[in-house]
């Protein structure tokens, strides 16, 4: 058994924030399920927006994310994180040579989908999250334990004092471990492999999200999965993500007979808000075409985007003749836990930041480059919350050792069954048809009625937890009946002013409310 002052699950932007800020007089352990880099942070290749330019202004920016997140936004929550984004750029810019700049030294901005103006701030090109967390790393001091191939698994609650009061964890050898925490923080990222098409690093695949839910946690707005339009697509595979600044750079979306695909589709063409693009593409491949990113009108792009060019490269794709094969994929979780913007849940001492999430600053569809944006922020605010909230709460009923456990295997569909499913069924494009099918499935599994999960292997539960994951994907998405941002039904296939800012609200044992409420809730922790 083993004490913590701050225990965080996960290794992403928003879980090395946190970590570095926090005070150097505080115990604070990071559990990692692999690698600490492994993660979609690390992946990341846009860059982080912020209203720095000139004649840039939070204002617009606050106005093109509640645009891209079809007003389902939490107004105050997008407003806070935007007019803080700035100084974020600037204490981070303060500190090193992290960001690109011109020849006069003043930081290089990018424009992206559904951006009015040139916001966005690149590292590397198209390296901003691997160095980001690179950077990060670097800033861990002694006061801070990181464990790597740790997966934890179940929240440990002290029902008394109704309070999270740690985790248990499995070595790949499947001991049994138990951490105990002032301060639980979930910051495990999305689920995007739940589906077949995905930019998500092999980790993400809903683990805090499930445990939260297991748990007694408020999950909120699970329908809302965002699909990136232009993900590498060779061999009926995708291979890994384009950025959406290689469009902003001039890039075009064409058919394999050049014939450009946006035109006349949104305003923005190509950078159209993503829900947008991702569908045209979808029904393009679905007719039987074959889309490509034309990116004969960039000057120096390997120069421009070296991490794209290797990806490229490593799958056989020439890149002299101007044309790269893509295909929509799974890419960013809108919903989450639900939390306010300090990562406050609504199970006292237990925190939510970063993907894991759900703050009300995304809506219904992410903007992008405000995913880094919003881990950074979640990081810092909920730094500044711990560091001034020194009580401690004793832990009155310690949890009992557990013995060695002879592992036992569950009988479930392969998960790749399970993606497949969820890419037909719950994917770009859902009908009431296709989303009863994928339910009934899920229900015969019974996965919602498992209670015990220390006598599984690690590959099992990571499997129990994404068809929990994809259960809730599928409840909400059923009972949201409209089309908007990245939740599209073919038969309700406009938005209904009746479900704006309607969240689906699901706690465990099936139960689900809909409540007409701003996300952000004034939680107490």
Same mark, same amino acid.
């Not at 109704?162 to 964890?169: D, E, F, N, S």
């Not at 893509?326 to 925190?351: E, Q």
């Not at 392969?414 to 037909?424: G, S």
């Given at each position: 058994m083993e004490r913590n002052d701050v225990l965080i699950i996960g290794s992403g932007v928003a879980a090395l924030q946190l970590a570095t800020l926090l005070n150097s007089d505080k115990n604070v352990r990071i559990l990692t399920k692999s690698h600490i880099k492994n993660a979609n942070s690390y992946l990341a290749q846009g860059g982080i927006a912020a209203a720095i330019g000139i004649g840039d202004d939070p204002s617009k920016h606050y106005t093109d994310t509640l645009k891209a997140g079809r007003f389902h936004n939490n107004e105050e929550s997008v407003r806070e994180v935007l007019n803080e984004a700035p100084t974020l750029i600037g204490n981070f810019s303060d500190q090193g040579t992290i960001f690109d700049k011109d020849q006069d030294g003043r930081i290089l901005l990018g424009l992206e989908g559904a951006h009015s103006e040139n916001r966005i701030v690149h590292s590397g090109g198209d390296a901003t999250g691997k160095n980001i967390i690179e950077y990060l790393i670097t800033n861990l001091t002694e006061n801070i334990k990181v464990e790597e191939n740790v997966f934890a698994y179940e929240l440990i609650i002290d029902h008394e004092q109704k309070r999270c009061i740690g985790v248990k964890a499995k070595n790949p050898d499947g001991t049994i471990r138990i951490f105990l925490g002032e301060y639980v923080i979930l910051a495990t990222g999305g689920c995007g492999q739940m589906y077949s098409f995905t930019s998500s690093a092999p980790t993400v695949t809903g683990d805090g999200i499930a445990m939260a839910y297991l748990a007694g946690a408020e999950i909120a707005d699970m329908e809302f999965i965002q699909f990136h339009p232009t993900l590498l697509y060779k061999d009926g595979e995708t291979k890994g993500l384009i950025s959406e600044a290689v469009r902003g750079e001039g890039a075009i979306l064409v058919t394999e007979e050049g014939t450009p695909i946006m035109e006349g589709v949104h305003p923005l063409k190509d950078l159209g808000p993503r829900h947008i693009v991702s569908q045209t593409i979808f029904d393009y491949i679905k007719n039987g075409h074959e889309v490509y990113l034309d990116i004969t009108h960039i000057n120096d792009f390997e120069k421009r985007f070296p991490s794209i060019t290797a990806i490229c490269r490593k799958n056989g794709v020439d &890149? *002299?003749?101007?044309?790269i094969p893509v295909a929509p994929g799974s890419h960013f979780l809108m919903g989450g836990v639900k939390a306010d913007l300090h990562g406050r849940? *609504? !199970?006292n001492g237990l925190f939510a930041i970063g993907e894991a999430a759900c703050t009300g600053l995304h809506g219904a569809n992410r903007l992008a480059s405000n995913s880094l944006l919003e881990g950074l922020y979640q990081g810092e605010k909920l730094s500044q919350w711990i560091n001034a909230h020194s009580k401690k709460e004793p832990i009155l009923h310690f949890p009992r050792s557990i013995p060695i456990i002879q592992e036992k295997s569950i009988s479930l569909p392969d998960v790749k069954v399970l993606k497949d499913r969820m890419m037909k069924r719950v994917g770009i494009v859902r009908s009431k048809e296709l &989303?009863?099918?994928q339910?009934?499935?899920?229900?015969?599994l019974h996965v919602n009625d498992l209670a015990e999960f220390d006598s599984y292997s690690i590959q099992d539960i990571e499997a129990i937890f994404m068809y929990i994951t994809a259960f809730l !994907?599928?409840?909400a998405a059923l009972c949201r009946t409209e089309s908007r941002g990245g939740h599209y039904r073919s038969d309700f296939p406009d938005e209904d002013e009746?479900?704006?800012?309607?969240? !689906?609200?699901?706690?465990?044992?099936?139960?689900?409310v809909i409540r007409h409420e701003q996300i952000e809730t004034a939680f107490v922790n």
């Amino acid at each position: 058994m083993e004490r913590n002052d701050v225990l965080i699950i996960g290794s992403g932007v928003a879980a090395l924030q946190l970590a570095t800020l926090l005070n150097s007089d505080k115990n604070v352990r990071i559990l990692t399920k692999s690698h600490i880099k492994n993660a979609n942070s690390y992946l990341a290749q846009g860059g982080i927006a912020a209203a720095i330019g000139i004649g840039d202004d939070p204002s617009k920016h606050y106005t093109d994310t509640l645009k891209a997140g079809r007003f389902h936004n939490n107004e105050e929550s997008v407003r806070e994180v935007l007019n803080e984004a700035p100084t974020l750029i600037g204490n981070f810019s303060d500190q090193g040579t992290i960001f690109d700049k011109d020849q006069d030294g003043r930081i290089l901005l990018g424009l992206e989908g559904a951006h009015s103006e040139n916001r966005i701030v690149h590292s590397g090109g198209d390296a901003t999250g691997k160095n980001i967390i690179e950077y990060l790393i670097t800033n861990l001091t002694e006061n801070i334990k990181v464990e790597e191939n740790v997966f934890a698994y179940e929240l440990i609650i002290d029902h008394e004092q109704k309070r999270c009061i740690g985790v248990k964890a499995k070595n790949p050898d499947g001991t049994i471990r138990i951490f105990l925490g002032e301060y639980v923080i979930l910051a495990t990222g999305g689920c995007g492999q739940m589906y077949s098409f995905t930019s998500s690093a092999p980790t993400v695949t809903g683990d805090g999200i499930a445990m939260a839910y297991l748990a007694g946690a408020e999950i909120a707005d699970m329908e809302f999965i965002q699909f990136h339009p232009t993900l590498l697509y060779k061999d009926g595979e995708t291979k890994g993500l384009i950025s959406e600044a290689v469009r902003g750079e001039g890039a075009i979306l064409v058919t394999e007979e050049g014939t450009p695909i946006m035109e006349g589709v949104h305003p923005l063409k190509d950078l159209g808000p993503r829900h947008i693009v991702s569908q045209t593409i979808f029904d393009y491949i679905k007719n039987g075409h074959e889309v490509y990113l034309d990116i004969t009108h960039i000057n120096d792009f390997e120069k421009r985007f070296p991490s794209i060019t290797a990806i490229c490269r490593k799958n056989g794709v020439d &890149l *002299s003749e101007g044309r790269i094969p893509v295909a929509p994929g799974s890419h960013f979780l809108m919903g989450g836990v639900k939390a306010d913007l300090h990562g406050r849940t *609504s !199970i006292n001492g237990l925190f939510a930041i970063g993907e894991a999430a759900c703050t009300g600053l995304h809506g219904a569809n992410r903007l992008a480059s405000n995913s880094l944006l919003e881990g950074l922020y979640q990081g810092e605010k909920l730094s500044q919350w711990i560091n001034a909230h020194s009580k401690k709460e004793p832990i009155l009923h310690f949890p009992r050792s557990i013995p060695i456990i002879q592992e036992k295997s569950i009988s479930l569909p392969d998960v790749k069954v399970l993606k497949d499913r969820m890419m037909k069924r719950v994917g770009i494009v859902r009908s009431k048809e296709l &989303l009863e099918e994928q339910n009934n499935w899920l229900l015969q599994l019974h996965v919602n009625d498992l209670a015990e999960f220390d006598s599984y292997s690690i590959q099992d539960i990571e499997a129990i937890f994404m068809y929990i994951t994809a259960f809730l !994907i599928t409840t909400a998405a059923l009972c949201r009946t409209e089309s908007r941002g990245g939740h599209y039904r073919s038969d309700f296939p406009d938005e209904d002013e009746g479900w704006l800012k309607r969240a !689906i609200i699901q706690k465990r044992k099936g139960e689900v409310v809909i409540r007409h409420e701003q996300i952000e809730t004034a939680f107490v922790n």
